[in-house]
């Protein structure tokens, strides 16, 4: 199974952009799927994260409110729609499963990280 995020770039202070990840090499709905991020000199964290069906979530507080986490299984799809954008959410984003389908909460769950995207808030 393999994972590729894609749909970053640069955006000012107070704007949006949608992530995707492309699951290939497996059904998605047998996972729960989730996005991390990691900062230059930091350490990679949770974002989001989201059960096989959809209608679980979980969120860092950080991103609580401004950002989105949404799946279709269908298309073996897994988004993360990111708003009010803060210099502080400049990081690498990656999609990553978790092979129980309800681990969207599992933190230490999560593997097969995919290739990130990276996302820069200007100020």
């Known amino acids: 199974v393999q994972l590729q995020a894609s749909g970053g770039g640069a955006v000012q202070t107070g704007g949006s952009v949608t992530l995707s990840c492309v699951l290939s090499?497996?059904?998605?709905?047998?996972?729960?799927m989730g996005w991390f991020r990691q900062a230059p000199g930091r350490e990679r964290e949770f974002v989001a994260g989201?059960?096989?069906?959809?209608?679980?979530?979980a969120y860092a507080d950080s991103v609580k409110g401004r950002f989105t986490i949404s799946r279709d299984n269908a298309k073996n799809m897994v988004y993360l729609r990111m708003g009010s954008l803060r210099p502080e959410d400049t990081a690498d984003y990656y999609c990553?499963?978790?092979?129980?389908?309800?681990?969207?909460?599992?933190?230490?769950?999560?593997?097969?990280w995919g290739q990130g995207t990276l996302v820069t808030v200007s100020s």
């Open positions: 989201i059960g096989w069906s959809g209608t679980m979530t």
């Open positions: 990553a499963l978790n092979p129980h389908p309800y681990g969207h909460r599992n933190i230490d769950g999560f593997t097969n």
């Open positions: 090499g497996g059904t998605l709905s047998s996972f729960a």
